[in-house]
């Protein structure tokens, strides 16, 4: 469907608009924990279900979005979602026990689930080849900077207000995209009805959320735990089952066939791995600032806050340097900048600057900026425009199994040098598996430089 210049951007607006906020929530509750614990009473154990279940439903809805965006307009589907995400974020902040803020978080994911791999689609749909870089360095803003400023924000609203405000504030804002999505959004992508099967629905929702309940859980349980392993065994054989039964289907619900390109596999490759290496320090500078510094929830987001300046202000610019030159040298430098960064952190001591630890993290984040969407769209690229919402469910997929799997191998790394350390002080014993964490990421970078240097991508007439 053809349609004005004015309309795709207010299109694009509204997607990304959509995908911001939903990305954002990903974030908010990480240090909402232990206020929710005291108003509800709960362990926490039972506060972390708040963040798993989240990333559960999340698992189990965007591998079948390539299947709802073919079934459905993205008008309507998009406009389902928002409504899911703004009815869940409602039922949050009215919250009376933890069941009900349980059954919010679910609520919100399933509408989220949705809006992300659908805002790629639309907007690869909508534009060529050549200019798909700059619109994705947009989206690159989204992804990088939403769930960078969430810790600053949660932390400044805790402080001045209550947990209730990381839903109040989200209301306001949800529902004016809601509004906008439904006068305003215009289709561009067209239906291509599938085959809804039941069973694979099925084994996609116990393959990809058994992973990611095992590895999320090993983080903090270790992978001896029995609910752990169980967990993984499950989801690898119906994982397993997904993928074969998808394969010999006339009409997969997701087309796993999407990797016989060369140049797909790779750039998915690539963009998971600079994806999980942004999580992942993350999350070991959050436990350095937080219990090895003692320092607070609102410090250590603007500690982090500058990376997430430096990934918004050079994704749109990344993007357009894509569309001229392509992607292999933005791979290299970036990952060539990750590299630098990563390893310095193995040698954080009890009183390294904080200011030279969030310059170490902005120089990560312009080397995630430089990697993880302009090679999101060279895999794209590289896949005829029938596949394109399959190859954004797979990609999307990975990116959320990936960084689930290397925070959890990260934090088990940590924990395992900490009981090596345990009769040292406890900021000591974590400062030591901080350490050994970052050397594991390190070698991470290590490879994704060496992947990017061999990475062959599309020639450029080809593209």
């Known amino acids: ?81 928002l409504a899911l995400f703004s009815v869940g974020t409602l039922l949050g902040a009215f919250a009376s026990n933890y069941t009900v803020l349980l059954v919010a978080r679910v609520i919100q994911a399933a509408g989220a689930g949705i809006i992300m ?5 639309v907007l690869l749909t909508m534009y060529p080849k050549e200019n798909r870089g700059a619109v994705m360095g947009m989206a690159g803003l989204v992804t990088g900077f939403a769930p960078a400023i969430g810790p600053t924000l949660s932390g400044w609203l805790i402080e001045q207000f209550t947990w209730r405000y990381l839903f109040y504030t989200m209301i306001p804002v949800s529902i004016v995209v809601l509004i906008m999505a439904l006068f305003m959004m215009k289709n561009v992508t067209k239906k291509q009805p599938g085959q809804f099967d039941t069973l ?18 090993a983080g903090s ?30 009409k ?20 998971a791995l600079v994806y999980v290496l942004m999580i992942g320090s993350q999350i070991l500078l959050t436990f350095y600032v937080q219990n090895v510094r003692q320092m607070s929830a609102l410090e250590t987001g603007f500690m982090l806050l500058p990376g997430a300046l430096v990934m918004g202000f050079f994704s749109p610019q990344a993007g357009k340097i894509f569309d001229k030159f392509g992607g292999k040298w933005l791979a290299i430098i970036g990952f060539g900048l990750i590299l630098i960064g990563t390893p310095a952190y193995v040698f954080l001591s009890m009183d390294t600057s904080i200011w030279f630890i969030a310059f170490l993290f ?24 029938h596949l394109m919402a399959h190859g954004t469910a797979v990609s999307s997929t990975l990116r959320m199994v990936a960084g689930a799997i290397v925070s959890a191998l990260l934090v088990t790394i940590m924990s395992s040098v900490m009981n090596l350390y345990e009769k040292l002080p406890l900021t000591e014993s974590m ?16 490879g994704g430089f060496v992947l990017a240097l061999v990475y062959k991508e599309a020639p450029r007439n080809a593209r």
């Not at 791999?117 to 689609?121: E, F, K, N, S, V």
């Not at 001896?224 to 010999?248: C, E, K, M």
């Not at 796993?256 to 596999?265: D, E, L």
């Open 1 to 81: 469907m053809d349609i004005s210049t004015t309309q795709r951007k207010l299109v694009v607006t509204i997607l990304l608009s959509a995908a911001f906020i939903s990305i954002l929530n990903q974030t908010l509750l990480m240090i909402a924990m232990p206020p929710i614990m005291a108003d509800f009473k709960i362990k926490a154990s039972e506060a972390q279900w708040l963040t798993t279940i989240y990333l559960l439903t999340n698992g189990i809805l965007i591998p079948i979005t390539a299947f709802l965006i073919g079934r459905f307009s993205n008008k309507a589907l998009l406009s389902v979602a």
């Open 117 to 121: 791999p659908l805002m790629q689609t």
């Open 200 to 217: 694979s629905v099925i084994l996609s929702s116990f393959g990809w959320g058994g992973l990611l309940y095992g590895f999320s859980v």
């Open 221 to 250: 349980a270790g992978f001896g735990d029995t609910i752990v392993w169980v967990s993984l065994v499950i989801g690898s054989i119906s994982l397993g089952a997904f993928i074969y039964r998808q394969l010999n289907m006339d």
């Open 252 to 271: 997969p619900i997701l087309e796993f066939r999407v990797f016989q390109s060369k140049v797909f596999t790779i750039s998915t490759l690539l963009s």
């Open 362 to 385: 902005s120089l990560i984040s312009l080397g995630v900026s430089m990697i993880m969407m302009p090679l999101t769209t060279a895999g794209m690229n590289a896949l005829p425009i």
């Open 431 to 446: 400062l030591y598996g901080i350490r050994m964490a970052f050397v594991a990421a390190g070698l991470l970078s290590l």
